[in-house]
T-cell receptor, first 116, second 115 residues
Framework: DAGVTQSPTHLIKTRGQQVTLRCSPK?????VSWYQQALGQGPQFIFQYYEEEERQRGNFPDRFSGHQFPNYSSELNVNALLLGDSALYLC???????????????FGPGTRLTVL | DAKTTQPTSMDCAEGRAANLPCNHS???????VYWYRQIHSQGPQYIIH???NNETNEMASLIITEDRKSSTLILPHATLRDTAVYYCIVRVARSSGGSNYKLTFGKGTLLTVNP
């Protein structure tokens, strides 16, 4: 049973460039959340996608955008990169809750983005 | 979501039980306690969650006090591979009608298991 996968593993960009990160959810999951983790900090919520729509967003500027595809995979796009965007970007997948289960989020290994 | 307080760091001897405390004194009745851990530079790993009853799985046990204002994650026989940052998170479950889908991470507890 495949877990959450992310690509690429590492990425180096320069200021002002644009980047796209990709995520495939755990088998059977249909909800994808994205988090940013700066060095020495806990992950910070960027947004969550469900049914191909963004349904909650954290405190991140519009330079951060996303997309979810019909197969539930997702992309995170960051425009006009800043040095401060250097971080580990994490994707988490979950199921919508039914009356028995909570929507536990399972994380992928992350993409390490370095902005020079 | 309620705020949590955890010690910054803890040490544990290999083979002994590791008991990681978490305070969540403002927890609401429909908020669950979740535990994740993160080994250096990897994605967070889900460990366990609970509402008010004690829970156990193959990784750990979760003990929640009767007033639900604190909890303890127990790793019964810690190994060197359990060295990680452990995060305690309180969150309303969707099954309770919550509409906040995010996990709010603090700084967690760095558990170091020593040989």
């Amino acid at each position: 049973d495949a877990g959450v996968t992310q690509s690429p593993t590492h990425l180096i960009k320069t200021r002002g460039q644009q980047v796209t990160l990709r995520c495939s959810p755990k088998s059977g999951h249909d909800t994808v959340s994205w988090y940013q983790q700066a060095l020495g900090q806990g992950p910070q919520f960027i947004f969550q996608y469900y049914e191909e729509e963004e349904r909650q967003r954290g405190n991140f500027p519009d330079r951060f955008s996303g997309h979810q595809f019909p197969n539930y995979s997702s992309e995170l796009n960051v425009n006009a990169l800043l040095l401060g965007d250097s971080a580990l970007y994490l994707c988490a997948s979950s199921l919508p809750t039914d009356r028995i289960h909570t929507d536990t989020q399972y994380f992928g290994p992350g993409t390490r983005l370095t902005v020079l | 979501d309620a705020k949590t307080t955890q010690p910054t760091s803890m040490d544990c001897a290999e083979g002994r039980a590791a008991n990681l405390p978490c305070n969540h004194s403002t927890i609401s009745g429909n908020e669950y306690v979740y535990w994740y851990r993160q080994i250096h530079s990897q994605g967070p790993q889900y460990i366990i969650h609970g509402l008010k009853n004690n829970e156990t799985n193959e990784m750990a046990s979760l003990i929640i006090t009767e007033d639900r204002k604190s909890s303890t994650l127990i790793l019964p026989h810690a190994t060197l591979r359990d060295t990680a940052v452990y995060y305690c998170i309180v969150r309303v479950a969707r099954s309770s009608g919550g509409s906040n889908y995010k996990l709010t991470f603090g700084k967690g507890t760095l558990l170091t298991v020593n040989p």
